[in-house]
């Protein structure tokens, strides 16, 4: 019986001590990956972090993945095996590449627009909790892409996001409580609740104040939401296409009118 166990726990250790040199390996793998990466030094980076995304290292299969997509070796971008390393990713279980690659079925980003693969991959990051799948998946609610339409399953999922400042799911969830046509789901005090949480910058800056105006008006102070909707097409970009400053024209007109706007 003391020999059988001797024998056991040799295999034991055995077995111990190669899981975790192979541990080692991965890691330093992924080591140095991820320091010639945010070294910039792109070239090396390709080599090391192929090694080690052919090893499945997932978080190596992501920055190779950047690399090909953003042209970081500045040797021409390669979409296709972007996409590649990005799902191999994703398959692995990392979340920020399942994302991703729903978004690239969502949106028919290099690939096929598939609602379905999307839902799923979307589905596979929000369980583990990114608020950009969650606010994906309250777009196709909302839009009706891929899912029935449904504005309660569509708030659902912005709200999830919203709870962890995820700022386009606070401007959405702003946005439909203020200018719902449903009674039921209009509310002056959830817009501004939401509206009030709106971190305004450059970047999102005309969209925002667009938002804050409507919140403003279903709360009957048209008095700001004018203001602020002035505010929002003084913001708009030089570029900016006809059909959304129209839009954006109207709501002021709606307001100038002492009526808060309808979707």
């Known amino acids: 019986m003391k020999f059988k166990l001797g024998i056991f726990f040799v295999i034991t250790l055995l077995l111990t001590v190669g899981c975790t040199d192979e541990r080692e390996v991965e890691y330093d793998l992924l080591s140095d990956c991820e320091n010639h990466f945010q070294a910039t030094s792109y070239k090396v980076a390709v080599e090391v972090c192929t090694e080690a995304a052919e090893n499945g290292i997932t978080e190596a299969q992501w920055l190779l993945a950047n690399i090909y997509e953003f042209d970081l070796t500045g040797e021409g971008a390669d979409p296709d095996n972007a996409f590649n390393w ?3 990713a994703a398959e692995g279980g990392h979340m920020r590449a399942q994302t991703l690659v729903g978004e690239s079925y969502l949106h028919a980003t290099g690939v096929t ?7 799923q991959w979307l589905n596979k990051a929000a369980r583990n909790g990114d608020p950009n799948a969650e606010f ?3 777009y196709m609610y ?12 569509a708030l659902s999922w912005y709200r999830k996001a919203a709870t962890k400042d995820h700022l386009m799911s606070i401007n959405n969830l702003a946005w439909i409580y203020a200018t719902s046509k449903k009674k039921t789901i209009r509310s002056a005090k959830k817009a501004q609740y939401w509206a009030e949480k709106l971190v305004i ?3 999102n800056r005309s969209v925002f104040l667009d938002t804050k105006a409507a919140a403003y008006a279903i709360a009957g102070d048209f008095i700001k939401a004018v203001e602020l909707q002035n505010e929002a097409i003084a913001n708009l970009p030089e570029e900016v296409e006809e059909s959304q400053l129209l839009e954006f024209q109207k709501h002021l007109e709606s307001y100038q009118q002492e009526k808060p706007w309808e979707e």
């Open 86 to 88: 990005y799902l191999k």
């Open 113 to 119: 627009q598939d609602f379905e693969q999307a839902f």
């Open 136 to 138: 994906n998946i309250g």
């Open 142 to 153: 909302f839009a009706g892409k891929g899912r029935n339409k449904d504005i309660s399953a």
């Open 201 to 203: 910058s450059d970047d």
